[in-house]
């Protein structure tokens, strides 16, 4: 740890794991109740375990997004952080508005439009919490008078996610309007901005790890974010196909959802070409696994199988089916989750004081190797159950209840599946809260460029 206000990231860091590991309770609920009986439906039926499933994803994301801000911006800039008592404060304000939310979608308070359920007081809240982060960054930079490719291009993702959530604000009686300006917000961050964000740290990551030049990183950076604002913007088109647009959409959507994968799949180009250039030579190789992970993961998940329904000929087919769980999961996992806990696994012995520390711990590999396999079962069962759906659904004709009882033991696996994930998700928290702090300080195996500046 180079400055000592870096610290204000481990905070947000234990507040976004917690909500991790929160997330697989309400996710292994949510799957249970597919298979039935289902003795808590009164008290918690399987629409609210869903919303809160979802909305905890989003929110531990977001934070550990802006962990990883405070952690970076002031490496990178090569100053303190501007204001660590207001970035305490906006992670209370931010943590008691989120906690908030999940009480009330327990008790039915919820604005009722998908995965921006949050009612309009939390929504404000959220609002000023951005803008808190936002001008402590924004000073943090100005004060230092340097800003890099690697940070810019973060800060200008997470900006732009809090200006992407404004359209969440409105409301609209005529559902259709609703779904239509939702994906403003929704699609925008999963499949744009957000994409900013992850290029910044693993750019970031990569030239720490790999020891590669700065300028051919950012470089490659530039690449990524021209690949994801000529496909992400007119991308969402894909998301308008049977809701009642103008048919304008299907070729528009189609076409543009196709060049998607191409950030993803230059992502885990540059990653691959970075990380052989280095040899794997740096002592934190549970960071290298998962900016590794993180990198391949996405262009599967969110490149490949994205593509694999996107098509408007096919996704006529599967829209609604576990096909698009199937992508999601996998997506989310790839491009989001494991940058972030790539992030924590290469702060940590800075954090902890052991800056020199081998990471490579047997509890961080099996924390590692059970998420990664146990997503990938899930992603399988997904796939085979929505395949299933779709064809004794849309093509033989059965009805909605008789294909899911016909397709249960799809949902077994992907009980067992998610069990294996989530005691991966348990190993990684039990690494970072209980292994990681206690580690003794070890000589570096010979020097290592901590970083490649230009």
Known sequence: MRYRTQVVAYPYWVVALLLYGLQMVFGLLAIAKYLGPDPIRTLLPFDVSKEIHTNLLIVWVLTGFMGAAYWLVPEESRTELYSP????WQLGLWT??????????LFGWTAGNKLLEQPMPVKIA???????????IGMTIWRARRLTTTEGVLVAGLAASALL??????????????????WWTVHLWVEGVWEMIQGGL??????????????VMEKWLYVIVALTFISGILGTAHHYFWVGVPSYWLPLGGFFS??????????????????????LAHPNRLAIHWTIGSAIFSALGAGILGLAHTWPAVNRWTHGTMITPMHGHMAFFGAYVMIVLGMVTYAAPGLFGHEAEQRETPVGLWAFWLQIGGMFGMTMAFATAGISQTYLERILGLGYLETQQKIQVH????????????????????????????????????????????
């Open 165 to 182: 959530y404004l359209p969440s604000l409105l409301s609209f009686d005529n559902y259709t309007v609703s779904i239509f300006y939702r």
């Open 202 to 215: 693993l750019a970031y990551l990569l030239i720490r790890l790999s020891g590669a030049d700065r300028e």
């Open 411 to 454: 949902f077994l696996m992907l009980v067992g599946t998610g069990i294996l994930f989530t005691i991966g998700v348990a190993l990684f928290l039990y690494d970072f809260f209980f292994l990681a702090p206690r580690l003794s300080r070890k000589a570096a195996p010979g020097t290592w460029p901590a970083t490649a500046e230009a």
């Open 126 to 136: 959220i609002v000023v919490v951005m803008l808190m982060f936002l001008y402590n």
């Open 85 to 88: 008592r207001l970035a305490y």
């Open 258 to 279: 196709a060049l998607e994968p191409l950030s993803f799949l230059a992502m885990a180009s540059y990653a691959y070409m970075a990380m052989r250039r280095s040899g």
């Open 96 to 105: 008691v508005a989120g906690v908030t939310a999940v009480v009330g979608y």
